[in-house]
């Protein structure tokens, strides 16, 4: 079936670098793409889309990069933080449903 | 402020249980979703609905059910809790126009004894 998925269940970077974290998706339907953070207790939010006819977007110190020849989304966050701590999901999706799948989320830990 | 709200937090329930998950967006959203997310698995789609009284299943609907019956109220309904159950469920809702983007809840934690 399709699914999405990331590359790494977690991820450990210090603080102020830049993280990298990685996202494959196999429905070459998907025309939406989106990244969410989600916080210990909380619901996952936005962070950032992009839609099929774009290659990257740029967001507050995120960016997403979409390569849909290879099936792959990325999201770079600058200057990471401590409050970057979480877990990131990717999801894809087709715009004429409004359904997203999702991956199975990436743990981002930032050491001071 | 956008706000998908869920009627619980936490939810402790025993086996056989009938259990009601609540979820209300204030967004005036057609559509509206239910997950569970368990560890290593992601967020699975169990049931979503596009309209009032209108329903779909998703990925794993087995041992669940749904009611629409206000645009604006999506409920998810265990008709008897086992403890395979256990899981939290996230509550979503998005426009059927625009952005795809789902709006999330804050989860509710439930444990089936």
């Known amino acids: 079936g399709e699914s999405v998925g990331l590359h790494l269940p977690t991820l450990s970077v210090q603080e102020g670098d830049n993280s990298i974290i990685n996202c494959a998706y196999s429905?070459?339907?998907?025309?939406?793409f989106i990244w969410y953070k989600q916080e210990s207790g909380k619901g996952p939010q936005f962070i950032i889309d992009?839609?099929?006819?774009?290659d990257k977007r740029q967001g507050q110190r995120v960016t997403v990069l979409l390569n849909k020849t290879v099936k792959h989304l990325s999201l770079q966050i600058a200057a990471t933080q401590p409050g970057d701590s979480a877990v990131y999901f990717c999801?894809?999706?087709?715009?004429?449903?409004?359904?997203?799948?999702f991956g199975q989320g990436t743990t981002l830990q930032v050491k001071p | 402020d956008v706000k998908v709200t869920q009627s619980s937090r936490y939810l402790v329930k025993r086996t056989g249980e009938k259990v009601f998950l609540e979820c209300v967006q204030d967004?005036?959203?057609?559509?509206m979703f239910w997950y569970r997310q368990d560890p290593g698995l992601g967020l699975r789609l169990i049931y979503f609905s596009y309209d009032v009284k209108m329903k779909e299943k998703g990925d794993i609907p087995e041992g669940y059910s749904v009611s629409r019956e206000k645009k604006e109220r999506f409920s998810l309904i265990l008709e008897s809790a086992s403890t395979n159950q256990t899981s939290m469920y996230l509550c979503a809702s998005n426009s059927a126009t625009g952005r795809n983007e789902q709006f999330f809840g804050p989860g509710t934690r439930l444990t089936v004894l």
């Open positions: 992009i839609r099929s006819n774009m």
């Open positions: 999801a894809d999706g087709s715009s004429n449903t409004g359904k997203l799948i």
């Open positions: 429905n070459s339907a998907s025309d939406y």
């Open positions: 967004m005036d959203h057609e559509n």
